[in-house]
């Protein structure tokens, strides 16, 4: 038989989560979704309003405490992005790549002058990192990257092109994948930690973006650049590793930002509703439009548990590969679809820019693609599903 | 936060699971009408699994709604059919229990808890599109007691059980009566094909001037409030079955592509469909066991319509697929996988349609603009 006692299953947050998620809504409701159509209109860089944000810490929200960070786990660092997103998904996204694609990487593998010179500007909140690994030719497929490092002397010299490379303009340093074993294909990658300024790294374009207008997404010119080896991220020929773990841990991320602008996309909508009168009353009592709402509100919840799990089993040092690939996918696909029919219950006034909606759907459109695309999510739960079969 | 099952539900989810193994193998028979749901439901019982709603005393674990989950999942890989039957029997045993005396639990719940009074809740669903479940029938004074009059259309485990509780209006008041199947006056109709839950013991039921004497009153308690929450358990349990529903067609998905040297497991259109199955099935089983540890407490009400939502429908996408992957043979009768095909769109429908459902959750993020579904007022 089985014993009395019966364990409520606990998804309360801890004082801490609800700490960082109640000190971000805070902010982002006064200081950022009161301006992010402005901001996205213009493509403007908020960069006052990025001081502030570095300034409460959220530059380094991963990063330990020992190293000056604020030591958050991962479920307060999403409930945070979700935050952010709520008001400003390009916010949001800047913040998220410094966190997960750059301080992440360099906490684990980086050595202590690396994280002295390169990490605690972050903490600090004095810049913003990037993350090099793209190119116009590789983008899922990242072991096809065709940036050389080749030795100089001592030195390594890094060409080549980066693409789509968040916060290209505006960070401190950046992460950089180059080729330093053309004939490996397991040690072909290596990764470098680079300042901005450096001679040999210049910003070749800037992409004008469907959405996140007001986040900046370069080219990334490598010219020659000569690093020191002092410069090379964990080891060399460890780059790819370093890549595929830098993604995984975000991936709960970019869950947390779609859920957080199909939030924003649901909220809006609810109070459209019931504003908007159609045949002698509010829109909103028609059941055909509460249905679909009904709908909405049930996938973001359940997006929600998901990223939250996923981030979880991260904390907790447990297998994650799954579980925030299911978040990512789902979290994504979801931010589409409920942003899709937000636009179509505001009807004519969803299309333009009165409303928030329709700067809400451009956001989401990027959260399949960025960070490993839906379709990369399906073969990586996939082959989890079948390992080991056939 | 820690979304984890503890030891003790670890336990009963595996108790759970190798108990129903056999249930598995006889559900195509049970959905064929070659045998009927009863053995399949009296080994639930016997395993203690069907009592767990019932008090401590009564053989039963004192189960809340996270237990009624993840009992539900394991049954509704087996066989939805059976878990229909048993969810019903579940939720009248909470009522039972809730609202029972000590004389009517002594009765109803039999000592051993083995389930040879098997509950049926006598809610109509032949609406369900339009209303939520309700009941038709009225009581009328009577010398002991109340005459029961009424009927319903479409009730979930008539054919096979042995008690009704059968909620009644006495003018405004709600009342719950139980009613014995063989009582003078109840008459219960047969069970027609189904195109899914074959077996579950669906058929009407009429009421004429059944004598209820006043000790098969429920009534220690708050009757409506007790049916609210009657409503979020059976939505808890039914999104357990889909969620059940979905990992069976999963787990039968992989391990078919698995056969003939694997080569379906590296064809892309496959992977993505396993990609989609495995990852709707877990959001649907994360948010029916979130809306489970907040259902007692009548905070987040609009989770538990929710959880039923998102199960139903990725019950019916993972099983669309499961048949797809099978290629001609999942279309084949009796290939296990058209059988849940055909479950998990009657899940979309059994008990409180999805329409209904969306409705709950409109409720609650819509305040003012909705009417309430609920018949409980």
Known sequence: ?390 | MDPRLSETEKALRDLVRAEVSAIGVAADDIDQGVTTAANAINGLATADILGIYAPETHGGCGAGPVELALVSEEIGAASATVGVVAISHMVSSFLLDTLGSPEQKQKWFPADADGTTLLALVLDCASSLLESPRCGAHGEKATGGFYLDGKARAVTGLTLSDSLIVPMEVGDTLMLAIVEVDSDGVSIGVEARQLGLNGAGLASVEFNRVHIPAGSILSAGNVVETMRIADDLFRIGHAGLCVGIGRAALEASTAYVSGAGGALCREQSVQWMLADMATETEAARLLTWYAASRTVSGEMREAAPMARLLAADGAVRASRSAVQISGVAGNERGSGVERLYRDAKAMELHHGAVEVQQLAVAGEILPGLVKDMSPWQ
């Open chain 1, 1 to 390: 038989m089985i014993g009395p006692e019966s364990h409520e299953m606990n998804w309360n947050l801890t004082d801490d989560q609800q700490m960082v998620r109640d000190m971000v809504r805070e902010f982002v409701a006064a200081e950022v979704a009161p301006n992010a159509a402005e901001w996205d209109r213009n493509k403007y860089f908020p960069s006052d309003i990025f001081d502030e944000l570095g300034k409460l810490g959220l530059f380094g929200m991963v990063v330990d405490e020992e190293h000056g960070g604020a030591g958050l786990d991962l479920i307060g660092y999403c409930l945070a992005l979700e935050e952010l997103a709520r008001g400003d998904a390009s916010t949001c996204v800047a913040i998220s790549v410094t966190n997960s694609l750059f301080c992440a990487p360099l906490e684990r593998y980086g050595t202590s002058e690396q994280k002295e010179r390169f990490l605690c500007p972050c903490v600090n909140g004095e810049w913003l990192g990037a993350f090099c690994l793209s190119e116009p030719g590789a983008g899922s497929d990242a072991a096809a990257l065709s940036t050389i490092a080749r030795r100089e002397g001592g030195d390594f010299l890094l060409s080549g092109s980066k693409a789509w490379v968040t916060n290209g303009a505006v960070c401190g340093a950046m992460l950089v994948f180059a080729v330093t074993d053309p004939e490996s294909s397991r040690n072909r990658v290596t990764a470098f930690v680079i300042p901005a300024d450096h001679p040999g790294v210049s910003i070749a374009h800037e992409e004008d973006k469907l959405g996140i207008r007001s986040s900046r997404t370069n080219q990334v010119a490598l010219d020659e650049c000569r690093v020191p080896p002092e410069w090379v991220l964990g080891e060399e020929g460890q780059g790819l590793a370093i890549a595929l773990n830098s993604l995984d841990g975000g991936r709960a991320g970019i869950a947390a930002q779609a859920v957080g602008i199909g939030h924003a996309a649901l909220v809006s909508t609810l109070d459209y509703v019931r504003e908007r009168e159609a045949f002698g009353g509010p829109i909103g009592r028609f059941r055909g439009l509460q249905g679909k709402l009904a709908m909405m509100a049930a996938h973001i919840r359940a997006a929600r548990l998901l990223y939250l799990r996923a981030a979880w089993l991260r904390d907790n040092g447990e297998p994650d590969t799954m579980a925030a690939s299911c978040a990512k996918l789902f979290a994504s696909e979801t931010a589409n679809w409920v942003s899709y029919q937000a636009i179509q219950m505001h009807g004519g006034y969803g299309y333009v820019t009165d409303y928030p909606v329709e700067r809400l759907y451009r956001d989401a459109r990027v959260t399949t693609i960025y960070e490993g695309t839906s379709e990369i999510q399906r073969l990586v739960i996939a082959r989890q599903l079948t390992a080991g079969l056939g």
